[in-house]
């Protein structure tokens, strides 16, 4: 069963509708028996970076994140909930993350249209399983301002956006997409699919 945390931010509903679209389970839960007894963890999120980081420490959940995936579960961040997994985000002053990976998160360069929102391409950047079931240049659905600045060897793949911006992440069981797969359509739900046979 995987865990999709709900700690009051995040697309819960159409999360938890894509992972049954693949025919696995998933329950939407803030308990933290339910999340530590769960085959792998999900952690979304929308909105400000401050305000999850807040959240999710009001219910302790952002240690119980850490610990689980300290102890080897696979954990996937997506959107907001990829960007909390850096050290640190500059969104609206300066934020501590929970430092599962290594980078900051800053505003997309200035020139941009902002927010970042539709339909832009993977560009592989390594090997990952995630990616299993989908292609390199495949399309993927992305609604946000402020991007991931991590080293390359933690970047799983990019999307070009004006500027080559982090699209995607890995560091061993810690996955992030920048993307919404539950938004993605079938390229979303294989990536979905992939991470369920973690």
Same mark, same amino acid.
């Given at each position: ?5 709900? /700690? $009051?931010? $995040? ?5 938890? %509708? ?7 389970? *998933?329950?939407?839960? !803030?308990?933290?028996?339910?999340? &530590? *007894? *769960? ?5 979304? !999120? ?8 807040e959240k =999710? ?10 610990? #689980?995936?300290? &102890?080897?579960?696979? =954990? ?7 960007? =909390? ?13 929970? !430092? @599962? ?16 929102? $539709? ?13 299993? /079931? ?6 993927? /659905? ?7 600045? %991590? ?9 070009? /956006?004006?500027?080559?911006?982090? *699209?995607?992440? #890995? ?13 993605s359509g079938?390229?979303? @739900?294989?990536?979905? &699919?992939?991470?369920? #046979?973690?």
């Amino acid at each position: 069963m995987t865990a999709i945390i709900d /700690y $009051g931010v $995040g697309n819960l509903f159409s999360l938890k %509708c894509s992972f049954g679209a693949v025919g696995a389970g *998933a329950e939407v839960t !803030g308990d933290p028996e339910k999340i &530590r *007894a *769960a085959d792998r963890i999900i952690l979304p !999120g929308v909105g400000a970076f401050g305000d999850a980081t807040e959240k =999710l420490s009001e219910r302790g959940l952002d240690k119980l994140v850490i610990e #689980e995936a300290e &102890r080897g579960k696979p =954990l996937l961040g997506i959107c907001l909930g990829m960007q =909390l997994l850096f050290d640190k985000s500059f969104e609206y002053g300066e934020h501590m993350g929970l !430092g @599962l990976i290594p980078g900051e998160v800053k505003p997309i360069p200035a020139g941009l249209k902002i927010p970042h929102i $539709g339909w832009n391409a993977l560009e592989f950047n390594k090997k990952t399983p995630l990616f299993k /079931y989908i292609k390199d240049g495949d399309h993927a /659905y992305f609604v946000h301002s402020y991007y991931a600045d %991590c080293p390359d060897n933690f970047v799983s793949a990019y999307t070009e /956006y004006g500027a080559r911006l982090t *699209a995607s992440v #890995e560091s061993g069981n810690v996955f992030g997409c920048q993307f919404h797969p539950e938004k993605s359509g079938d390229v979303g @739900l294989n990536i979905l &699919r992939a991470f369920c #046979e973690l």
